[in-house]
């Protein structure tokens, strides 16, 4: 099946650092989607970026998908406290009936204030 | 008020009993999903359910069991024929199957499985 590899697994930034994590894969993606972990909590849905070379923006977040659709990236502009957790990316498969995702293994991001 | 429950937060139970994991969605969503999470090892499928009374393996289904009776709910048991049990489970779930704009997961808050 579909493996994604993700780096770093843990980054510890300064309050104010910037923070980039990235996706890859050895085959072509359908579709990626970004989900956030706060520590003791439950994954929560960022982001889903399908098209290739897509480029979506949340405020300080900047999520990329590259143009051959291999690889991604979460990008974190300035980072705050509150941006502390373990994001994640999950490759979908071609969707239809049987949609499911498979998770890389996450990055920790720890912020010093 | 809408969302994914899973109860219970914590549970202990001895080696080589059966345990059975609770997981109900009030989303209306068609599909439902089981997590394993383990430190430093992302989250692996376990079995996932698109439809009522139909389920498919995910990529570690061997010592868990599932049953999909009613759409807003999808319990999972852990063998005792599961190995390594000890573990954070993550229930999910997602709305109309076959729109890629429909592909969000929503999880529930988890159960934290230790097994003595």
């Known amino acids: 099946g579909q493996q994604v590899m993700q780096i770093p697994q843990y980054q510890h930034v300064q309050e104010g650092e910037d923070f980039t994590t990235y996706c890859n894969s050895s085959?072509?993606?359908?579709?990626i989607q970004w989900y956030k972990q706060r520590p003791g909590g439950h994954p929560v849905f960022l982001i889903q970026?399908?098209?290739?070379?897509e480029v979506k923006k949340q405020k300080r977040l900047t999520f990329q998908f590259g143009e051959a659709k291999k690889n991604s990236s979460l990008h974190i502009t300035a980072t705050q406290t509150t941006d502390v957790g373990t994001y994640f990316c999950?490759?979908?498969?071609?969707?239809?009936?049987?949609?499911?995702?498979?998770f890389g293994k996450g990055t920790l991001l720890t912020v010093n204030p | 008020d809408g969302g994914i429950t899973q109860s219970p937060k914590y549970l202990f139970r001895k080696e080589g009993q059966n345990v059975t994991l609770s997981c109900e969605q009030n989303l209306n969503h068609d599909a439902m999903y089981w997590y394993r999470q383990d430190p430093g090892q992302g989250l692996r499928l376990i079995y996932y359910?698109?439809?009522?009374?139909?389920?498919q393996k995910g990529d570690i289904a061997e010592g868990y069991s599932v049953s999909r009776e009613k759409k807003e709910s999808f319990p999972l048991t852990v063998t005792s024929a599961q190995k390594n049990p000890t573990a954070f489970y993550l229930c999910a779930s997602r709305g109309a199957s076959g729109l890629l704009s429909y592909n969000e997961q929503f999880f529930g808050p988890g159960t934290r499985l230790t097994v003595l």
């Open positions: 999950a490759a979908g498969n071609s969707g239809g009936s049987n949609y499911k995702l498979t």
């Open positions: 085959t072509t993606l359908s579709n």
């Open positions: 359910s698109q439809i009522v009374n139909d389920f």
């Open positions: 970026l399908v098209k290739s070379g």
